[in-house]
């Protein structure tokens, strides 16, 4: 079982930067994909980002150009970088672990809540 911790969110200002981070608790370079994910009140979890274990990278069309995923092995943490944060992305972010062994499985971290004021 994987274990997973977000910390980072907070309150900020619509055009400022916060930076999400996601602990695991084994090895990420053994997880086959990680991801952000998010979840506004009355509204579907929806993805925003996802690295594959080689580092590739995909976006969801509305943060694209102002969100970055990153990870570091040997920190075994996963990282979003959100520069010009806008009202639209105040919801509550969720690290995503994806393993195809022993069986597929997902894993969920508690979330971390970001608010964004206008």
């Known amino acids: 079982q994987v274990h997973l911790v977000e910390s980072g969110g907070g309150l900020v200002q619509a055009g400022g930067s916060l930076r999400l981070s996601c602990a695991a608790s084994r090895s990420i370079h053994i997880i086959d994909r990680m991801a952000w994910y998010r979840q506004a009140p009355g509204k579907q979890r929806e993805l925003v980002a996802r690295?594959?274990?080689?580092?590739?990278?995909n976006y969801a069309d509305s943060v694209k150009g102002r969100f970055a995923i990153s990870r570091d092995t040997g920190k075994n943490t996963m990282y979003l970088q959100m520069n010009s944060l806008k009202f639209e992305d105040t919801a509550v972010y969720y690290c995503?672990?994806?393993?195809?062994?022993?069986?597929?499985?997902?894993?969920w971290g508690q979330g971390t809540q970001v608010t964004v004021s206008s």
């Open positions: 690295i594959s274990d080689e580092g590739s990278t």
């Open positions: 995503n672990a994806y393993m195809l062994r022993p069986y597929p499985t997902n894993y």
